[in-house]
């Protein structure tokens, strides 16, 4: 630009080797006659352009814009080539985790930080015989190539969209309209295929270099289960301000890491009504990680699997709280999604008095084990008798569970293949176990259609058919 050619011609101006060189190019133009003003030019990469572009963005168009914190910070983490040091480069490549991190290396990792190249088209818009002025120049495209080889144009290639339109703001108002095409030529199908080559190769390569990093050398698990599930919500329950407390229970033959978390609870939730019912939505992430390790092969009967206990309470503003239910929850056996639905009850007292407890000082009664909603972790006996231990039928909570296995037995090459099934029963009896489960609801499901029947039919034909029996 104009502009350029007259800061460039004095050496003082010059700051970097970029500069200087543009003061040489400048003073063979003189020497060779001259330049000739154009209407359009191009900024390229590492110009002061280019650098106070990047840096001076501004969201809005007002001239008392103050840009925020968040801008100020942001506005230092450049997307640009960066100048790293051959040390810092090495071990980054020996080392795929930064224990103790730099300021530098927390400032240049904060964003995806791609080394990008940017160019500005631009246009001198200023009126005939006044060109070179800098308020005249208008950026009429960005193109942007970074590492990776993409290539951003901005804007978009013009097509059938019609032309941009400048305004000019001045005594004449004048409006400019351009066009942006792309007239690069067709690859041909021999390069093509040669450049799909050469990628396959830099990717393989690639890889075979990951591997060497990471090394083969791992204790593959026989299986592991990998649950992911949301405590959606609770409904149905006698007071407000409701929350979960959940914990796993292992049975034999089952672990997770050292780490793992087996138990939570979630936020306190007030309900809102929905339909006929008071709904309290938590949406709590919790995530496990178990792994299954087969005994004995000559041992019979199917695995246990892992099963959620939960129980739950309600807290008022005078932080009484109150059990408003217990249940318990059997991990699925199959990976995918599943929303579940778990009926809770409590244990109740007979007589006002327990109810009048409840009401005004909170408090009821608990189960000291809560693995009695099931089978207690403590009973060893062949018979549980429950008989006189008065309940009482409450809410409902609604699990939304994601659940990932992985074994070895799962790999589907020939040679497995025919072993696969016997593999799984070992391993812990995933198909026993899920068709056992099909069975099991195909009883249900055939029984409550033998209800649905039997209530259709009329009540004096049910009648006679019983005295007949």
């Given at each position: 630009s104009q502009f350029e050619v007259d800061l460039y011609q004095n050496e003082s101006a010059c700051q970097t080797p970029l500069d200087r060189q543009y003061h040489e190019e400048i003073l063979k133009l003189e020497k060779a006659g001259g330049?000739?003003?154009?209407?359009?030019?191009?900024?390229?990469?590492?110009?002061?352009?280019?650098?106070?572009?990047?840096?001076?963005?501004?969201?809005?168009?007002?001239?008392?814009?103050?840009?925020?914190?968040?801008?100020?910070?942001?506005?230092?983490?450049?997307?640009?080539?960066?100048?790293?040091?051959?040390?810092?480069?090495?071990?980054?490549?020996?080392?795929?985790?930064?224990?103790?991190?730099?300021?530098?290396?927390?400032?240049?990792?904060?964003?995806?930080?791609?080394?990008?190249?940017?160019?500005?088209?631009?246009?001198?818009?200023g009126p005939y015989g006044k060109l070179g002025h800098r308020e005249y120049e208008h950026v009429l495209c960005t193109i942007k190539v970074d590492g990776n080889g993409v290539i951003t144009v901005k804007p978009d290639f013009t097509g059938t969209k019609g032309a941009y339109r400048i305004e000019l703001d001045g005594e004449k108002q004048e409006v400019w309209k351009y066009t942006i095409e792309n007239v690069s030529v067709q690859v041909q199908p021999e390069e093509e295929e040669r450049e799909r080559r050469v990628f396959r190769d830099l990717y393989g390569r690639h890889k075979e270099y990951l591997s060497g990093l990471v090394g083969s050398e791992f204790e593959m698990k026989a299986a592991e289960a990998h649950s992911l599930f949301f405590s959606v919500s609770a409904q149905g329950y006698e007071y407000d301000n409701l929350y979960v407390h959940f914990f796993l229970e292992l049975p034999n033959q089952w672990s997770s890491p050292a780490f793992q978390q087996l138990s939570g609870v979630t936020q306190t939730c007030a309900t809102k009504t929905?339909?006929?019912?008071?709904?309290?939505?938590?949406?709590?992430?919790?995530?496990?990680?178990?792994?299954?390790?087969?005994?004995?092969?000559?041992?019979?009967?199917?695995?246990?699997?892992?099963?959620?206990?939960?129980?739950?309470?309600?807290?008022?503003?005078?932080?009484?709280?109150?059990?408003?239910?217990?249940?318990?929850?059997?991990l699925p056996a199959s990976p995918g999604l599943h929303m579940l639905t778990i009926p809770t009850w409590?244990?109740?007292?007979?007589?006002?008095?327990?109810?009048?407890?409840?009401?005004?000082?909170?408090?009821?009664?608990?189960?000291?084990?809560?693995?009695?909603?099931?089978?207690?972790?403590?009973?060893?006996?062949?018979?549980?008798?429950?008989?006189?231990?008065?309940?009482?039928?409450?809410?409902?909570?609604?699990?939304?569970?994601?659940?990932?296995?992985?074994?070895?037995?799962?790999?589907?090459?020939?040679?497995?293949?025919?072993?696969?099934?016997?593999?799984?029963?070992?391993?812990?009896?995933?198909?026993?176990?899920?068709?056992?489960?099909?069975?099991?609801?195909?009883?249900?499901?055939?029984?409550?259609?033998?209800?649905?029947?039997?209530?259709?039919?009329?009540?004096?034909?049910?009648?006679?058919?019983?005295?007949?029996?």
């Amino acid at each position: 630009s104009q502009f350029e050619v007259d800061l460039y011609q004095n050496e003082s101006a010059c700051q970097t080797p970029l500069d200087r060189q543009y003061h040489e190019e400048i003073l063979k133009l003189e020497k060779a006659g001259g330049r000739k003003n154009c209407r359009i030019f191009t900024y390229t990469d590492h110009d002061r352009f280019t650098n106070l572009e990047e840096h001076c963005q501004k969201v809005t168009d007002s001239d008392h814009e103050v840009p925020s914190y968040l801008a100020e910070r942001m506005a230092n983490v450049r997307r640009r080539r960066q100048d790293r040091r051959p040390i810092e480069a090495s071990s980054l490549k020996s080392k795929i985790i930064t224990w103790e991190p730099s300021e530098e290396f927390i400032k240049n990792n904060h964003v995806i930080n791609t080394p990008v190249q940017t160019m500005y088209i631009m246009g001198d818009l200023g009126p005939y015989g006044k060109l070179g002025h800098r308020e005249y120049e208008h950026v009429l495209c960005t193109i942007k190539v970074d590492g990776n080889g993409v290539i951003t144009v901005k804007p978009d290639f013009t097509g059938t969209k019609g032309a941009y339109r400048i305004e000019l703001d001045g005594e004449k108002q004048e409006v400019w309209k351009y066009t942006i095409e792309n007239v690069s030529v067709q690859v041909q199908p021999e390069e093509e295929e040669r450049e799909r080559r050469v990628f396959r190769d830099l990717y393989g390569r690639h890889k075979e270099y990951l591997s060497g990093l990471v090394g083969s050398e791992f204790e593959m698990k026989a299986a592991e289960a990998h649950s992911l599930f949301f405590s959606v919500s609770a409904q149905g329950y006698e007071y407000d301000n409701l929350y979960v407390h959940f914990f796993l229970e292992l049975p034999n033959q089952w672990s997770s890491p050292a780490f793992q978390q087996l138990s939570g609870v979630t936020q306190t939730c007030a309900t809102k009504t929905v339909g006929w019912d008071d709904v309290a939505y938590f949406c709590y992430p919790f995530t496990l990680e178990m792994i299954f390790t087969p005994g004995d092969e000559s041992e019979d009967g199917l695995p246990q699997w892992p099963v959620l206990y939960f129980e739950v309470l309600s807290l008022d503003f005078w932080q009484r709280y109150r059990v408003e239910g217990y249940g318990s929850l059997v991990l699925p056996a199959s990976p995918g999604l599943h929303m579940l639905t778990i009926p809770t009850w409590r244990p109740v007292k007979l007589g006002t008095v327990a109810e009048l407890r409840r009401f005004f000082i909170g408090g009821s009664p608990e189960l000291e084990d809560l693995t009695y909603v099931r089978i207690p972790s403590t009973f060893k006996g062949e018979r549980l008798s429950r008989f006189g231990f008065r309940t009482e039928t409450t809410g409902s909570v609604t699990f939304r569970l994601y659940c990932l296995q992985q074994s070895r037995a799962f790999l589907e090459t020939s040679a497995l293949r025919k072993h696969r099934q016997s593999v799984l029963d070992r391993l812990g009896g995933f198909s026993q176990q899920s068709s056992v489960y099909d069975v099991l609801e195909a009883f249900q499901r055939a029984r409550r259609r033998m209800q649905e029947a039997r209530e259709s039919l009329p009540q004096d034909l049910i009648s006679t058919s019983a005295s007949t029996v």
